[in-house]
């Protein structure tokens, strides 16, 4: 079963519609895709929060979308993280962990206080991670 499209929570919809307005990137998958690469980055496997999604539906975002033209690309770099964390690589569980990276970007975007453009976003790219910061 191939990934249709991921369900971002009410709470990952607000840290994005706030980033929208810091950096003037329109586009939820966008900013998506910046916070999925910025916690695989990251050392840890992200905590399994069960997150409460928009009663609107607002927060779903089709795979195709949120992946562009890179989806081999994006299903490559989670097999090999769900690998390297000891997950079994099923369909759920990338597609878990997919929502799971997406939502601890998302929050290490906003919590850094530093993203207020575009440009904080590429320099924070170009960053090396800390590893032990990651494992503090």
Request: glycine letters at 10%; hydrophobic letters at 35%.
């Amino acid at each position: 079963m191939p990934i249709k499209s991921i369900q971002l929570s009410q709470q990952g919809l607000e840290q994005v519609s706030r980033l929208k307005r810091r950096t003037g990137i329109k586009k939820n998958n966008v900013l998506c895709r910046w916070a999925l690469c910025i916690s695989l980055r990251e050392r840890g496997v992200p905590v399994a929060d069960k997150f409460e999604n928009d009663p609107n539906g607002r927060g779903e975002i089709a795979w195709e979308t949120l992946v562009g033209a890179n989806g081999t690309l994006y299903l490559c770099l989670m097999k090999q993280r769900c690998f390297e964390d000891g997950i079994e690589i099923t369909p759920e569980n990338l597609k878990t962990q997919f929502v799971l990276h997406i939502h601890r970007g998302l929050g290490y975007l906003l919590g850094s206080g530093k993203i207020q453009s575009i440009e904080d976003l590429v320099q924070l790219g170009l960053q090396e991670s800390d590893p032990d910061a990651a494992a503090a």
